[in-house]
């Protein structure tokens, strides 16, 4: 049986930005797994938790320590910044390892560029 919205506080107030549409029990477009009756997007109540999704953002948010690290680098080298990532993803040093992987990832043509673009549209639509 799901909660009342009366006795989670359900509201406008967003502690730290949290809101219903990052949370783990947000059923889109407009309902919840465990609290009755409409939900709003922009909303929270105290039985908020954030999503995987988010976790892994703020994962990447992390691992992305200097932006543009890479592309300074391929332009001492003198080499295209993606000729630089795939040389970095090959290092046997794990920082320059781990930071060229994540780099394709975020390229044009990579997973996580692709899932940001797709967000990008559904949110315009
Ligand atoms: S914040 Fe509360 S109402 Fe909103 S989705 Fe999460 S559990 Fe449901």
């Not at 509201?11 to 889109?28: Q, V």
């Not at 999503?51 to 892994?56: Q, T, Y």
């Not at 043509?109 to 559904?122: I, N, T, V, W």
Request: aromatic share 8%.
């Amino acid at each position: 049986m799901k909660a009342r919205k009366e006795f989670v506080d359900y509201g406008p107030g967003h502690p730290h930005g949290d809101h219903c549409g990052i949370c783990r029990h947000f059923e889109a477009p407009q309902s919840c797994a465990i609290v009755a009756g409409r939900i709003a997007r922009l909303f929270w109540c105290n039985r908020f938790e954030r999503s995987g999704v988010m976790a892994k953002r703020g994962w990447i948010a992390k691992g992305i320590k200097h932006p543009g690290i890479e592309k300074r680098r391929a332009k001492e080298h003198g080499v295209s910044t993606h000729e630089q990532l795939e040389t970095d993803s090959h290092s046997s040093n794990p920082t320059l390892r781990a930071r060229g992987a994540l780099g394709l990832r975020f390229e044009k043509g990579g997973d996580l560029h692709k899932a940001r673009a797709d967000r990008r549209y559904r949110r315009k639509s």
